[in-house]
C-alpha cells in the first residue's frame, strides 16, 4: 500500500529507543491517505512536556502495520512506533482520522458512532482530543 504524507515539517531530536521527544510546532495538511509518520509529526506539534496523565497510549490507524505509541508516564512525553502494551488501546479508520485531524468530528463523537474503537482505560481515551 502506498502512502502520500502532505506537508510535513519535521522538527525532531531522537534518543537510542527511536523515541521522540515533543517540544515543537509542526503544520500538517492531511488530504489522502494519513501516515503514521505525519500523524506522528502533527501529535509531536501539540505535545506539552507533562500531559499530566501517567499512562500509555497506543493508537492503530488502518492500514499501518505499527502503531503510534505515546508514553506520557514520562516526562517529557515520548513518542514512538513499539507494539507495546497500553493502558489504553485507540483503533481508527483512515476517513475518520482525516476528519479528526481536519476538525470535522471530534474524538467523542468519532467513539460514539463507532469510528473510533477503544480497549482499556477510558479515561486515557478521553484525553485524545488534547492531541487531535
Given at each position: 500500500?502506498?502512502?502520500?504524507?502532505?506537508?510535513?515539517?519535521?522538527?525532531?531530536?531522537?534518543?537510542?529507543?527511536?523515541?521522540?521527544?515533543?517540544?515543537?510546532?509542526?503544520?500538517?495538511?492531511?488530504e489522502e491517505h494519513v501516515t503514521l509518520a505525519a500523524l506522528t509529526e502533527h501529535i509531536r506539534?501539540?505535545?506539552?512536556?507533562?500531559?499530566?496523565l501517567s499512562a500509555t497510549l497506543k493508537l492503530w490507524i488502518e492500514g499501518e502495520e505499527l502503531?503510534?505509541?505515546?508514553?506520557?508516564?514520562?516526562?517529557?512525553?515520548?513518542?514512538?512506533?513499539?507494539?507495546?502494551?497500553?493502558?489504553?488501546?485507540?483503533?481508527?479508520?483512515?476517513?475518520?482520522?482525516?476528519?479528526?485531524?481536519?476538525?470535522?468530528?471530534?474524538?467523542?463523537?468519532?467513539?460514539?458512532?463507532?469510528?473510533?474503537?477503544?480497549?482499556?482505560?477510558?479515561?486515557?481515551?478521553?484525553?485524545?482530543?488534547?492531541?487531535?
Open positions: 500500500m502506498t502512502s502520500v504524507l502532505l506537508n510535513c515539517k519535521p522538527n525532531v531530536s531522537h534518543d537510542t529507543h527511536n523515541d521522540t521527544h515533543m517540544n515543537s510546532n509542526t503544520e500538517n495538511t492531511f506539534g501539540r505535545l506539552k512536556d507533562d500531559l499530566g502503531p503510534l505509541y505515546i508514553d506520557a508516564t514520562q516526562v517529557p512525553v515520548r513518542l514512538s512506533n513499539r507494539d507495546v502494551p497500553a493502558d489504553c488501546v485507540l483503533r481508527i479508520k483512515q476517513q475518520a482520522l482525516r476528519e479528526m485531524l481536519a476538525g470535522q468530528l471530534k474524538p467523542l463523537n468519532a467513539f460514539m458512532t463507532g469510528k473510533l474503537k477503544v480497549e482499556g482505560d477510558m479515561a486515557v481515551a478521553l484525553n485524545l482530543q488534547k492531541l487531535i
